[in-house]
T-cell receptor
């Protein structure tokens, strides 16, 4: 069975500082990995995904994520945080066996402090 | 283009009543998914439709839950005899296909409150 862990319920970062939201996964074989962001009272908005190829994936709004196979991690990063980045972030995984179901982490609340 | 839309945005109902939640996927997307988001439970897969294939209902929590997709487009999630534990945000998503790397795009959700 596939699973995702987001070890931090909340991350606080000062505006302008780099941010990292952590994600580790467990899946049979190679994974497909996704990051979504959810603003209050809104649905999930796709940020970026890793399918294959370069381990560093760039996505929307200046976010990027690095796939690390040996550590089974896919941490979300941004060089300089904005107050408007404050939201709930979800990591999700799918395996290569043909399963279409996304398995999500519990989410990490990011607060960017002015 | 238009994204995934859901209606109603909010639904308050009394315990024991039936409710219907609607999802309009992105035009041309063949795959449609329903998820449930509740406090402390994260996002929970409910059901999946792909084209004309039989849906995968493996995530439905009880036989009070059912869903259909008419004409390969609009989907309706029905909850019969609602219970307080059904209170949650119900999210619909669609994707172009059902390949592993296909991105699921989510609607804004329907917040269901069962009194």
């Amino acid at each position: 069975a596939q699973s995702v862990a987001q070890p931090e319920d909340q991350v606080n970062v000062a505006e302008g500082n780099p941010l990292t939201v952590k994600c580790t996964y467990s899946v049979s074989g190679n994974p497909y990995l996704f990051w979504y962001v959810q603003y209050p009272n809104r649905g999930l908005q796709f940020l970026l995904k890793y399918i294959t190829g370069d381990n560093l994936v760039k996505g929307s709004y200046g976010f990027e994520a690095e796939f690390n196979k040996s550590q089974t991690s896919f941490h979300l990063k941004k060089p300089s945080a904005l107050v408007s980045d404050s939201a709930l972030y979800f990591c999700a995984v799918r395996d290569h066996t043909g399963s279409y179901q996304l398995t999500f982490g519990k989410g990490t609340k990011l607060s960017v402090i002015p | 283009g238009a994204g995934v839309s859901q209606s109603p945005s909010n639904k308050v109902t009394e315990k024991g009543k039936d409710v219907e939640l609607r999802c309009d996927p992105i035009s041309g997307h063949t795959a449609l998914y329903w998820y449930r988001q509740s406090l402390g439970q994260g996002l929970e897969f409910l059901i999946y439709f792909q084209g004309n294939s039989a849906p995968d209902k493996s995530g439905l929590p009880s036989d009070r839950f059912s869903a259909e997709r008419t004409g390969g487009s609009v989907s309706t999630l029905t909850i019969q005899r609602t219970q307080q534990e059904d209170s949650a945000v119900y999210l619909c998503a669609s994707s172009l296909g059902a390949q592993g790397g296909d991105t699921q795009y989510f609607g804004p959700g329907t917040r269901l409150t069962v009194l």
